[in-house]
Structures are given as structure tokens and as C-alpha cells.
């Protein structure tokens, strides 16, 4: 987890923090960016942010820290995101916590401001998303609300900036903690009893609340609990184990039904509902993309337009045409070799900036001329669909089908970001519930999805190729739901099961889509820069001590057997940098004649299937342990080798290219 | 009306030979319960039955009364096989205990509970009380798996029925709770419901979970 720690400021003095909490899609990154000013990367899909967000942000001259948490349902917590979140709550007790809520879903979502209140957190209630709720047709009484609560409670729509006077004035003028004005029910207020009067240490949250997360089996609490009561712990434990079971059948059911009816009383005259329901435009096309006879064909539109019109003819075709083929090879090329050659007078070392494999002639002309055209429309696409929250959709689309692979439909988020980025897809995979969902997503990833850059190649290197394409595509769809087939049978686990909430479609804002598209282009330019520098230097250094032809001649067998000619090696060893840039050489030997559509069909599958780019499979290390990413990476090395060998014999045989 | 429990016996088993097995009266013999017994006199004063020439016969309220005490007990039956899981003996023995406590409407909770039931586990029809009749005039489905709603379909949430408590738990942050207002909104290729103003997406294996009554 990426965390940045900010704790004095300039001057040193200590700094006040404000944490953000809530459901997922409630509004609380955008919240974020309009007190901080900086962009966190805000999306109309629930649970992408898994990072822990910092900013500071000066209310009243006073600097604040704001730390923006993971989506969170309630503070007994289930997933990876909400522990995280607890987490913040726990260890860095913020002076204020705002709780962000949805008007429109006031009465769900206030079961957690009881939580929080009851757990005697600095609260401010945050109802955001009023101007939706308000164009529904509910009303919301928020001083009443706020005099029952006893938190100050405000009333905001954060997209449109409205309430973030309020927020700030809220949180500059915060006074402590309500008294806990619920009660439960007598049988569990006396079991609260019992177990609270055992416990002797200080801790943050109150200890009433630290009793339920106890009766609720929560194991974290049960550490801290552990660590700071001592001797004391044997009986708090006994205690809380005899309660559990004594309420075993109905613990969780019992005390979320005791909290829906504090919340349903707490209510009763806040919030009044339309007669009937409105059924707004942003639900009729909701309604359209997710039955299957008109969402299959919704889908097929915006990939054809999305994918093929905007990334493929126009980021890979007319921008490249435009970068690469005027900018670069015409203009800025044959000025810098000139300019370096003037500069430098040892050939080497010209050889090293702007020669063949030179870092600016062919590191930074694929970066900026071929990579940075494509992948830049890909994520401008991307991001707009997510924020128009298309995704969740998508996923419940493909639920059926992702089953049989082994994923939920959960996991289509990773595999379509694949298709832009492969490393960033993998790092997204976290986001999965299981293990076994993360491995196969991994290695799906790692496989058979091609990357926009790669992609924008291929498709570039094979539309010369009539029937090229269509084998090579076929080649990789039948392979990815070969491998997802049998990576379900063989891996151990439980099936993964699949839930999801459906965020209220909406248009996105377009500075919104920029912000996010270029955050995401920062990244990958961060990330894949210094590669592609390091791959030029040592292919230039391979080139100079001659090491090169050596590995191109240990190569040539292995190359042969799948029916490539030699000079394929070096894409390969491209390949192994990055996938596009070996897909990229691939369109070098093309260009030269030197190899027909048969070869040109192996090479440009095998290249796909092949090890992902450096940058990956450290991810993958990352994100799954050395021995998992290892295992992947074996398997996906022999596999597209295999996969070569085998597609070769068979177009030698039935002569279809 | 509170009758005895020995009383209620001698009625079911006088329901059981004129109903089921075509007798016009039942042998006290057969009950071993001899005539002398008060338990006769208890039913006499009732107006239930009427005793001849040494038989048990009914009398047309007592027909009534003897098909909602069977009813009752083979509600209890059935209520200890798919709710409790006790069978075999034990289980008809404790139905024989539990029946009783089935009146005044408990009867009807029970079967709505076990949606209106039509047969014992020993395969005997439970004659239909005024809740089964009602519930069929309204094509109502009593408490059923969200995946037997159509879409559109309005109803409220019954219970949930999982054995995974982080299952559980995930759904009732949802807004899954008893007592809830569920609409189904889609089946196919996925369950899509909404609570409140949200909607949510799940498979069929969670839906199955889902318990919900009109």
C-alpha cells in the first residue's frame, strides 16, 4: 500500500487530520480533490480505489491532512478495501471523521453513522448526492436530523461544489464527540454490559463498539484486544465466547436488525419519498445495457466505436501516422542524429543516442511516437466509460459466462483495463475477492490479453496480411478460454461468488475524464519510460560487445523449430522488454520482406502469448509473491512456445495462409 | 374453544376413519379409550360428537373441528421435518407434542412459514385452512427464493438462509435485511434487486439465498 506520510508541516507543528469515510460510490474522492486540490482518481465503479489517498488542505489557516479510505459498508469489516479503511480509523485517530453518504439511500447507509458514533469518533455527517435525491422527489430534513443525531449534519452535492463552505466551516468549527444517545434492546445492552465492564485498557474506539466488533468474531479487534488487556484477556475472552455462543444461531442478523430499527426511528419525519417513483433517463439506458438483447448489442457498439474507431483508426492510426511517421521519422530525427553526430565525435556513443536501437531514435520515438498515441486514446475510452458506470454492468453481463473461466464478472474491469495496460490491469486484480479469482485473473493477463500498445502493433503488422488476423484472433480467444477453462479445474478453492452494486449511470464531466486519463498516462509514462531507456542500452550494449549475435545464434534453433527465420530473435529479445516494443521489431522485419504471412502469424501469437513486459511481471511478483509469479511466468513461456510450435504445424499442414 | 389434548386425538382419529377411510364412526376400542372416559363427555358438551349405540360419531361442527386439529397436526409433522429436522419416530412423536400448541392462528404462521403445505411427510393430504385458500386466490407464493420472483416483482425481504457468515454479513451491509423492500428487477444473466434506491447485481447462487414473501 502506497502511503504517503505527512505529518508535520512546514513549520512543525503538528498537523490535524480529517479522514473521509463511507460506502463505495458515495462521492468521497471527489470530496477529496475539492478540499485538497489535488486528483485522486475518481470512478463510477465500486472499489477501485484500494490506495489510501493524502492531501492537505488549509480551512481556517489551519492545515489539515485529508486522507481519503476505501470504500466501506460497515466497521466490522469483510473485504481487503474495508480493512484498510479501518485501519486508517484505528491507528491515526483523525480530529475529524466525515461520514459520506448518499441522500438517496439515507436510511441504508446511516446504519454505519451509528457505528461510528456509537464507536465515539469525532463524526461529521456528510448526506451528499442531494441534487440527484432533490430531482427524485425526496425530501430530507437535515436539522431535524441533525438534532437526533447530535452531529452536525450537512447537506451536499460535491460534484456540482455545492456544501464544501459548509464542510469546511463543519470541520473548522468541530466540538468532540455526541454522547451515544442509542440503546439497544435490554438482552443485548446487558450483554454489552458484561463483556465492556471486563475491559480495563484505553483504546481509541469506545468500548461499546469494540464489544460488538468482539461478539461479531472479529479477529483484528480480537489482536488488539489481546495486546493491550494482558492478563485480563482470558476472562474478557471466555466472556465473549460464552455470549457468542449463546447467540450463535442470529448474532449478526440480531444486531443489524436492532440498528435498521434505531435507524428506522431515527428517520420516521427526516425524509419523505415521492408517491411514485421517478424513473429518470440515466435508468432507462441502465435498464437497456444490462438485459442481454439489447446489452450484447449496446456492447458490440462501443467496442466497434470505442475500440476499433477511436483507439485503433484514430489514436493507432491517423495520431501515430501523423507522430511517428511525420514528426519523428521526417523532422525529429534527422535533426537530433545530426545534431548528436555534430555533438559527439566517438561512433559508439552516437550508436548509443541515435542509432539502430539508440535511446531517442528507438526508445523514445516507440514511447512518445507509437505507445503514447494509442495508449492515451485507450485510457481517454476507458475512463469515460468507467465514470459513466458502465462497468458494474458489464460485469453482471458477463457473470455467466466469466464463471466458467474460473473469475465473476468482477474480474471483466481487470481484463478490459488489460487491453490498455496489462501491468496497471494487474495491479487492479487486487480488487478480486479470492485468491484463486487473483491467480487466474494474473495469468489470464499475463497470456492472452494483448496490451493496447501491442495490440495497435499487431493489428498494424497483420491487416497487410489478409486472413492473418482472423487466425491470430481466433488463436487467442480459443487459448484464453482454454487456459481460464482449465486454471478453474485445476485450481483449488472455492468458486468465486459474485455481487456487485450498480452505481447510477451518468454522464461523465469531462474535466473529470481528462483529470483521470492523465493521471493514468503520468503512471504509465513513469513506469514505462525508464524501461524502454534501459531496453535501448542494452540492446545497444548487446550490439557493441557483439553478446547480440551470440544470443541470436543460440536463438536460431528454437526460432526454426517454430518455422521463424533468425533475424525473429531479436524481436523476441525486444519482446522480453516489453511485448510491444518486440511487436514493434516484428513490423521492422516485415517492412524489410523478410517474412511471409504464415511466419508472420506465429511470430506475432507466440510474441503475444509470450512473457509479459518487465514492468509486469514485477507487478505480478508484487502483487502474488515471487512463487506464483514465477510459476506464471514458466508456464507462459513454455505455453506460447508451444502454442507457436503447434499453430505452425498446423498451417504447414492445412496451407490456410 | 380450548379443547384437551386427548380430546383433540379422539377428533383427528375420528377425522382420519370417516374422511380417509370411509368408515361412517370410530371404534372407542380401537383408541383404547374406553367410553367411560370424561374426554367423550368434553366433546358431547361441546357438540362435537355424539356417541351411539357404543360408537364415536361426528357431529357437522365437530366435521370442522377434526379437519383443522389433523391439520395442525400434520402441519407439526411437516414442521419438524423441513424446518427442525427431526424424523423418524421422534419426530412424529414430538409433532404429536407440538400440535397442540398450534391454535389460535399460530397454525396460520406455520403454514405460511412452510408456504402453505399440502401434504404430510407421510404423503396424507393437511386439509386446506382459510390462509392456504386465500393465498391461492391471490396467486400468492408465501416465502420463496428471490429466484423464483419474476422480474418486476415486489416483495419484502423474509430471511436469509446461508451457512456462510461473511455471506450473510456482505448481503445485510446491502440493505439485505428482513423486513426490507425488494423489487427484482432483472434474472437473467444475473440477479439485479433494488433496495431503496439502490440496485444491486448478484449471481444465482447468492439469489437462492434470498428469501422473500409478498
Redesign the interface.
Same mark, same amino acid.
Given at each position: 500500500m502506497a502511503v504517503k506520510e505527512i505529518d508535520k508541516t512546514s513549520n512543525g507543528e503538528a498537523v490535524k487530520r480529517v479522514a473521509l469515510v463511507g460506502n463505495p460510490n458515495v462521492g468521497k474522492s471527489v470530496l477529496f480533490n475539492a478540499l485538497t486540490g489535488a486528483y485522486v482518481t475518481v470512478s463510477n465503479y465500486p472499489g477501485t480505489s484500494v490506495e489510501v489517498s493524502r492531501g492537505n488542505s488549509t480551512i481556517n489557516s489551519q492545515t489539515w491532512q485529508v486522507i481519503d479510505t476505501p470504500g466501506m459498508? /460497515?466497521i !466490522?469489516t469483510?473485504t481487503e478495501e474495508e480493512r484498510v479503511a479501518r485501519e486508517i480509523l484505528l491507528n491515526e485517530s483523525p480530529d475529524v471523521v466525515l461520514h459520506v453518504l448518499?441522500a438517496?439511500?439515507l *436510511?441504508?447507509m446511516l446504519a454505519m453513522t451509528i457505528q461510528l458514533i456509537e464507536a465515539r469518533l469525532p463524526v461529521i455527517l456528510v448526506v451528499n448526492i442531494m441534487d440527484e /435525491?432533490e430531482r427524485?422527489g425526496?425530501k430530507i430534513d437535515l436539522e431535524l436530523l441533525q438534532k437526533r443525531l447530535g452531529i452536525p449534519v450537512i447537506g451536499a452535492a460535491t460534484a456540482r461544489k455545492r456544501g464544501l463552505d459548509d464542510i469546511r466551516n463543519a470541520i473548522a468549527n468541530y466540538r468532540g464527540p455526541a454522547d451515544v444517545p442509542f440503546v439497544y434492546s435490554r438482552l443485548l445492552e446487558r450483554d454489552i454490559d458484561e463483556v465492556q465492564r471486563l475491559m480495563k485498557g484505553e483504546y481509541v474506539l469506545s468500548k461499546r463498539a469494540l464489544t460488538l466488533l468482539l461478539l461479531q468474531q472479529d479477529e483484528e479487534v480480537f489482536e488488539l484486544v489481546r495486546a493491550l488487556e494482558g492478563d485480563g484477556f482470558v476472562a474478557l475472552e471466555a466472556k465473549v465466547r460464552e455470549i457468542a455462543f449463546e447467540r450463535r444461531e442470529s448474532f !449478526? +442478523?440480531d444486531l443489524? +436488525?436492532e440498528r &435498521?430499527d434505531i435507524v428506522r426511528k431515527l428517520i420516521s419525519g427526516v425524509v419523505e419519498f415521492p408517491e411514485k417513483r421517478v424513473v429518470t433517463l440515466a435508468e432507462k439506458i /441502465?435498464?437497456l445495457s444490462?438485459? %442481454?438483447m439489447t446489452g450484447v448489442p449496446l456492447l458490440l457498439i462501443v467496442l466497434y466505436f470505442g475500440l476499433y474507431k477511436f483507439v485503433g483508426e484514430f489514436g493507432a492510426g491517423t495520431v501515430v501516422d501523423i507522430l511517428e511517421g511525420k514528426l519523428f521519422e521526417e523532422l525529429f530525427n534527422p535533426w537530433v542524429t545530426a545534431f548528436i553526430k555534430g555533438l559527439i565525435p566517438w561512433p559508439i556513443i552516437q550508436e548509443l543516442f541515435v542509432g539502430e536501437y539508440g535511446i531517442i531514435t528507438l526508445g523514445f520515438r516507440y514511447a512518445v511516437g507509437i505507445i503514447l498515441p494509442i495508449v492515451a486514446t485507450f485510457f481517454i475510452f476507458f475512463s469515460f466509460l468507467e465514470d459513466t458506470g458502465y462497468f %458494474?454492468?458489464l460485469? +453482471?453481463?458477463?457473470?455467466? +459466462?466469466f &464463471?466458467h473461466i474460473g473469475m /465473476?464478472?468482477r474480474a471483466v474491469i481487470p481484463m478490459v483495463l488489460g487491453f490498455g495496460c496489462d501491468t496497471m490491469a494487474t495491479m487492479v486484480t487486487r480488487t478480486l475477492e479470492t485468491t484463486r479469482e487473483r491467480i487466474i485473473a494474473t495469468l489470464l493477463l499475463a497470456l492472452a490479453i494483448p496490451c493496447s500498445a501491442q495490440l495497435g502493433v499487431i493489428l498494424g503488422l497483420l491487416s497487410k496480411a489478409p486472413g492473418a488476423l482472423m487466425v491470430w484472433g481466433i488463436c487467442m480467444l480459443l487459448l484464453f478460454l482454454l487456459v481460464g477453462v482449465l486454471a478453474a479445474k485445476v485450481m483449488p478453492g472455492e468458486p468465486p461468488?459474485?455481487?456487485? *452494486?450498480?452505481p447510477p449511470m451518468r454522464l461523465p464531466q469531462f474535466t473529470n475524464v481528462m483529470t483521470k486519463t492523465y493521471t493514468r498516462m503520468q503512471w504509465y509514462f513513469m513506469e514505462i519510460l525508464p524501461l524502454f531507456i534501459l531496453a535501448s542500452v542494452l540492446l545497444w550494449l548487446g550490439k557493441v560487445t557483439g553478446f547480440f549475435e551470440k544470443m541470436i545464434i543460440a536463438m536460431t534453433p528454437v526460432m526454426a523449430s517454430i518455422g521463424l527465420p533468425k533475424e525473429t530473435a531479436v524481436a523476441f529479445i525486444f519482446g522480453f522488454f516489453r511485448r510491444d516494443y518486440g511487436a514493434a521489431g516484428l513490423y521492422d522485419l516485415q517492412a524489410k520482406g523478410l517474412m511471409d504471412a504464415r511466419q508472420l502469424t506465429v511470430a506475432a501469437v507466440t510474441l503475444t502469448l509470450f512473457i509479459p513486459c518487465v514492468a509486469q511481471f514485477l507487478v505480478m511478483k508484487n502483487e502474488r509473491g515471487w512463487k506464483t509469479a514465477s510459476a506464471i511466468g514458466l508456464f507462459v513461456s513454455l505455453f506460447a512456445y508451444g502454442s507457436g510450435y503447434a499453430l505452425n504445424k498446423l498451417l504447414l499442414l492445412t496451407g490456410i495462409l | 374453544m380450548k379443547l384437551t389434548e386427548k380430546a383433540e386425538e379422539i377428533l383427528e382419529a375420528l377425522w382420519v376413519a370417516v374422511e380417509e377411510e370411509g368408515q361412517a364412526f370410530l371404534d372407542p376400542e380401537k383408541m383404547n379409550i374406553p367410553l367411560a372416559d370424561p374426554v367423550y363427555a368434553e366433546l358431547s358438551k361441546h357438540a362435537l360428537i355424539e356417541v351411539r349405540q357404543g360408537m364415536v360419531h361426528f357431529r357437522p361442527e365437530g366435521r370442522d373441528e377434526g379437519r383443522m386439529t389433523i391439520r395442525r397436526h400434520r402441519l407439526a409433522e411437516r414442521l419438524m421435518m423441513d424446518v427442525l429436522n427431526i424424523r423418524g419416530e421422534d419426530g412424529d412423536h414430538r409433532a404429536c407434542q407440538f400440535e397442540h400448541l398450534l391454535n389460535e392462528g399460530v397454525d396460520t404462521k406455520v403454514c405460511a412459514m412452510l408456504n402453505h403445505p399440502t401434504t404430510c411427510p407421510h404423503g396424507k393430504p393437511i386439509p386446506p385452512g382459510p390462509c392456504c385458500d386465500e393465498a391461492r386466490a391471490q396467486g400468492d407464493l408465501g416465502v420463496v427464493p428471490l429466484t423464483e420472483y419474476k422480474p418486476g416483482q415486489n416483495g419484502e425481504i423474509a430471511y436469509i438462509q446461508t451457512e456462510d457468515s461473511k455471506k450473510m454479513q456482505k448481503l445485510m451491509a446491502m440493505g439485505v435485511l428482513p423486513g426490507n423492500k425488494i423489487t427484482l428487477v432483472q434474472s437473467f444473466p444475473s440477479y439485479i434487486f433494488r433496495v431503496g434506491y439502490s440496485e444491486f447485481a448478484i449471481d444465482t447462487n447468492l439469489a437462492k439465498e434470498i428469501f422473500v414473501r409478498k
Open positions: 459498508y /460497515s !466490522h469483510i448518499d438517496r439511500n *436510511e441504508r /435525491s427524485m425526496i !449478526h +442478523l443489524s +436488525l &435498521k /441502465s435498464t444490462v438485459r %442481454p %458494474p454492468r460485469a +453482471l453481463l458477463v457473470d455467466r +459466462l &464463471k /465473476s464478472g461468488m459474485f455481487y456487485m *452494486e450498480l | -
